[in-house]
């Protein structure tokens, strides 16, 4: 089992920046990919980035391109995502989660195995 615990999240206007943290303990050595989804009210739960951990080649959506970047901590056991020029539509509850034993980080989110309790992001304009 991997527990996973999100901080960083708060509110911030419109071109702003916030760090979010997710700090991993437990069976750690069993995950292959660790990731960024987010999910705002009435919508789909949407991967924003990913990484896999030993490699640490990093994946992002379209849409944070250039604004957010992924990074990874191993002796901290702690996954990062840091987001600049934040805008309003960035809004929503951000979760870490884990992937398990595969050779690709997955896009979905039933593709992973491991959630956090998900820290939440407010962008006003």
């Known amino acids: 089992q991997v527990q996973l615990v999100e901080s960083g999240g708060g509110s911030v206007q419109a071109g702003g920046s916030l760090r979010l943290s997710c700090a991993a303990s437990?069976?750690?050595?069993?995950?292959?990919?660790m990731g960024w989804f987010r999910q705002a009210p009435g919508k789909d739960r949407e991967r924003v980035a990913a990484?896999?951990?030993?490699?640490?080649?990093?994946y992002y959506a379209d849409s944070v391109k250039g604004r957010f970047t992924i990074s990874q901590d191993n002796a901290k056991n702690t996954l990062y995502l840091q987001m600049n020029s934040l805008k309003p539509e960035d809004s929503a509850m951000y979760y870490c989660?884990?992937?398990?034993?595969?050779?690709?980080?997955?896009?979905?989110?039933?593709?992973?195995?491991?959630w956090g309790q998900g820290t939440q992001v407010t962008v006003s304009s």
């Open positions: 437990g069976y750690t050595y069993s995950t292959t990919c």
């Open positions: 989660a884990a992937q398990d034993r595969r050779g690709y980080c997955g896009i979905y989110s039933l593709e992973y195995n491991y």
């Open positions: 990484i896999y951990t030993s490699t640490g080649s990093t």
